[in-house]
């Protein structure tokens, strides 16, 4: 959510800049159509400086994406198939023939 006082179009465009190209700004509901590389994972918060320095957390919600990862939020799998998960099954695996099962 944006502060009232930073809720302009400047703003929502440096947010736009840091996810892909921007489509369409509807300054009246605070959103934004962008045109992003579906290769590259998907970003659900970033840090925004504002003049003066301040700084705020920004939580960036997704419409209309389904079936991404949602262990690396990455478009190009879904989670039952993520390397990641992958790996960290394999390295569970690894640790309970090793140590013995922690259960």
Not at 46 to 59: I, N, S
Request: proline share 2%.
């Amino acid at each position: 959510m944006i502060l009232l006082q930073y809720w302009a179009l400047p703003t929502f465009e440096s947010i736009v800049n840091a996810l892909g190209v921007s489509k369409e700004v509807d300054l009246d509901n605070g959103r934004i159509q962008v045109e992003m590389d579906g290769l590259e994972q998907l970003c659900f918060q970033t840090v925004m400086e504002f003049h003066g320095g301040q700084e705020t957390l920004v939580k960036l919600r997704y419409e209309r994406i389904f079936g991404y990862c949602q262990v690396c939020h990455s478009l190009c799998h879904d989670q039952q198939i993520c390397p990641r998960r992958q790996e960290n099954q394999e390295e569970k695996r690894f640790r309970d023939f090793v140590f013995g099962e922690t259960r």
